[in-house]
């Protein structure tokens, strides 16, 4: 049964630093991995999709790396701002309906 | 942007009262889920859908039920509402494509029953 894990479950850095979140997984035989972003009370915003035989996604700011070999991906954030407050979650799927989520880190930004 | 909508935002019930949480989209998406989350946890899934008049449990068991009469539409109803139910409620869809599939979510329903 595949487990998704994410280390640290809470980050507060200064405006301005770069940054990386770690996430985690048992089972590589995945189809593909998301990283969302979710704000207090609200849905999940689709960051950044990773596909099996990619190694590495980026958007803005933000880069995305996969290694299904050793079971991790992490979440580059640049220089990052008070906006980019939040709980970043990661997520595996195997396809059909299996998506498996992590728990989060919550990530404070101080300005 | 992704158009799926929940409403209500929030809710606040008393135990024992029926309720349906709506969840409709506009992509056209065959595939529709709920998913449950409690604060600081991972998100759950607790029902989904394959297209029309398909339904399923997901790996949570719910005492909800859902439907899927139209492509857009996805309600979920609880029939006597317990305090137990209280969570938030987040609604997704996607559209069938194996390794690409990317999950657009509501902005969910925070539930309190009393």
């Known amino acids: 049964k595949q487990e998704v894990t994410q280390i640290p479950a809470a980050l507060s850095v200064p405006e301005g630093e770069n940054l990386v979140l770690n996430c985690s997984f048992t089972?590589?035989?995945?189809?593909?991995l998301q990283w969302f972003r979710q704000d207090p009370g609200k849905g999940l915003t689709s960051l950044l999709l990773?596909?099996?035989?990619?190694r590495e996604q980026t958007s803005g700011r933000l880069n995305a790396s996969l290694d299904k070999s050793s079971g991790r991906s992490t979440l580059y954030i640049a220089a990052s701002q008070p906006g980019d407050s939040a709980t970043y979650l990661c997520?595996?799927?195997?396809?059909?309906?299996?998506?498996?989520f992590g728990a989060g880190t919550r990530l404070f930004v101080k300005a | 942007e992704a158009d799926i909508y929940q409403t209500p935002r929030y809710l606040v019930i008393g135990t024992g009262k029926k309720i349906t949480l709506e969840c409709s989209q506009t992509?056209?998406?065959?595939?529709m889920y709920w998913y449950q989350q409690d604060p600081g946890m991972e998100l759950h899934l607790i029902h989904y859908?394959?297209?029309?008049?398909?339904?399923e449990k997901g790996d949570l068991s719910s005492e909800s039920t859902v439907s899927r009469i139209r492509t857009e539409h996805f309600p979920l109803t609880l029939e006597s509402a317990r305090p137990s139910h209280t969570s938030q409620y987040l609604c997704?869809?996607?559209?069938?494509?194996?390794?690409?599939?990317?999950?657009?979510f509501g902005s969910g329903t925070q539930l309190s029953v009393l």
């Open positions: 992509m056209g998406h065959d595939k």
């Open positions: 997520a595996t799927s195997s396809g059909g309906f299996k998506t498996i």
């Open positions: 990773i596909q099996s035989s990619q």
């Open positions: 089972d590589s035989a995945i189809y593909n």
């Open positions: 859908s394959y297209g029309v008049n398909s339904t």
């Open positions: 997704a869809s996607s559209r069938t494509g194996a390794t690409n599939e990317k999950l657009f």
